[in-house]
Structures are given as C-alpha cells and as structure tokens.
C-alpha cells in the first residue's frame, strides 16, 4: 500500500513518502493481527475483508501520524488507530441502536459459557434458565436480534465451498420468471406453434402425432402406410426443419447479406420459404401478447383413432 506523491514534491518530500510506505508495507501483519482480535466480538456475517479494509486505512493514517518524539512505539500507536478505524467503520454500517448490540453479545456469551460447561450446545430450557427469562421472552429477544441483522445479497449462507450459496441464490423465488424471460419464452412458443403447423403434411402428422397424442411409431407408420424406419426419418426431418425455421426468426442478417446468400437449388428454397412463411404467420404483438407452455392439442386427433386401429390386429 502506497500513498500519494505529487510531481513537484521536493527531495525531503519524496524521502518522507518513501519512510511512510516502507512503515505502512512492515505493519500490514499487525492489521490481520488486530482484525483476529476484534472480529470475536461481532456476530458471523460481518465481513472480516471489510474489517481488513478499515483497519488498513486506520494504518495508513497512523503513519501519517505518529510523532516519535511523544516516546509512545508505532505498533502502540498503530494498533489504537486501526482498532478505531474498524469500530468506526462497523458503527457506520450498523443501524441496529446499542440495546440491541449489548443484548446480541450477552445471548453470546451466556450461549458460550454454557456450551463449555455442558460440552454441548446448550438446549431453549437451558438458556432462559441462565438468562431468567421465559421460554416466550426467549424467543422475543432473539426475533428483536434477527430484526437487526442486516445481509448482502452477496453473502454466503454455505459453508460447503461446493454448494457456493449466496443470500439471493436462497431469497429469489425459482418459480418466478423475469420479464426478459417471459417475453422471450412466449415468441418461442408462438413461433413452435406457428413452425409446427407449416411442415410438411406428413412431418406435421409425425410430430404431433408422436409428442403431443402418445401415438408409437408403429401407430404411425400403419397411419401413413410406411415402415417405422420411414418414421424415424420423417421425425428427424421435421426436428431438423423446426430448429431451422426457429433460429432462423432470430437471425440479424440484413438486406444485402440475404441477397449474397440466396438460396439455390430446390430443398434450399423450400427451406427459405418455410422460414418466410414462419415469419409471417403471426405479428409481433401477438407473439408477446400470448402467453401458455401447452401446445393446442386439436379437438378431434390428428390421426384418426378408427384408422389406425383398422389395420390392426385386433
């Protein structure tokens, strides 16, 4: 840790900046040294780094400080100054008012005592008895204390290194979805719902068919008069046009690229046209405007129950 030096600093000046780092850089230990001291008395969501932080700039003021003449060692000096400078910095941070505190650090220190008579930790019963309050006064002392912790969103409610928690990973309601997220989630739908009615007749019926009616694929290939090989392909083709005629709507490529890249041949200009077809079916406010994860299964099914089961065996 450096401080400051202008250019127009004098030699003596310079010399004077260089004494101070070289104090400031020789007494960071004694920082780590008076943290460990002070951090006993705060509760365990108080962050040490901050702690850290403010004591450091309790030394740096310290060396700017310190008067040798007075007689009094640096580390003394500096120790005092970098002590203050945490309270200080505690006490800015804290809105609790001091009742609360001095009743935080006795429900602390009977807890303490207790667990090291006991060698366990001691029970409700336990606790008020030493306290000589009631099971209810208990429980309004510590509510008054957990009224009065105040929490990043940042902080680690894990000590499994693994899990790595923080306080918003465990507040934020996962069955929420933000607005960005909805809105995106609902074009989507319309657009599968739009793509999924624009194949091709036979990958329409394979599609829905197999993922929305539970039909097998021997279903359909009697349905379709085809081999359940024949199927597979028609169910490959239509995943493989829907993914296309997607991500194609979300492409941002201008008038000029499209001209460069018109499509050429024929299964390329039935792709171009299915994804123009895509486009248009519906407008923007309708896409955003519409909003469900279920797709609309027709009233009467897709493959006529009757049929299918006329070329079955039973």
């Known amino acids: 840790m450096q401080t400051n030096m202008g250019d127009n600093d004098t030699p003596v000046d310079a010399e004077r900046h260089a004494e101070l780092n070289a104090r400031i850089e020789a007494h960071l230990p004694l920082v780590k040294h008076v943290v460990f001291q002070v951090a006993v008395h705060f509760p365990r969501h108080v962050d040490r780094e901050e702690l850290a932080r403010a004591g450091s700039l309790g030394l740096v003021e310290a060396a700017r400080r310190y008067d040798e003449s007075r007689g009094v060692p640096f580390e003394r000096f500096a120790a005092q100054r970098i002590r203050g400078a945490i309270l200080d910095s505690v006490r800015a941070t804290d809105w609790a008012p001091r009742s609360v505190r001095l009743l935080a650090r006795k429900l602390e220190n009977t807890e303490q005592h207790l667990a090291t008579e006991l060698g366990r930790v001691p029970t409700n019963d336990e606790m008020a008895g030493a306290l000589g309050v009631s099971h209810k006064e208990l429980a309004r002392l510590r509510e008054r204390l957990f009224r009065s912790v105040v929490l990043a969103l940042d902080h680690e409610t894990s000590e499994d290194a693994e899990e ?14 933000e607005p ?12 599968l719902r739009d793509a999924v009615k624009l194949l091709p007749e036979r990958q329409r019926f394979v599609i829905v068919g197999y993922f929305l009616e539970g039909k097998t694929s021997q279903d359909l290939a009697r349905f379709l008069g085809v081999t359940e090989s024949r199927v597979s392909q028609l169910r490959s083709e239509a995943l493989r046009n829907l993914k296309f005629g997607i991500e194609a709507q979300y492409g941002e490529a201008n008038a000029e690229d499209q001209t460069a890249t018109a499509p050429v041949g024929r299964v390329a200009k039935r792709q171009a046209a299915y994804v123009s077809e895509i486009g ?6 309708h896409r955003l405007s519409r909003w469900d994860d279920q797709y609309e299964v027709p009233s009467d099914p897709v493959l006529p129950v009757r049929r299918i089961r006329a070329g079955s065996k039973h």
């Open 180 to 191: 960005p997220d909805e809105l995106e989630a609902r074009e989507l739908h319309t657009y």
């Open 164 to 177: 790595d928690l923080t306080l918003v990973d465990v507040l934020s309601d996962q069955r929420t979805v």
């Open 280 to 285: 248009v079916a519906s407008d923007w406010k």
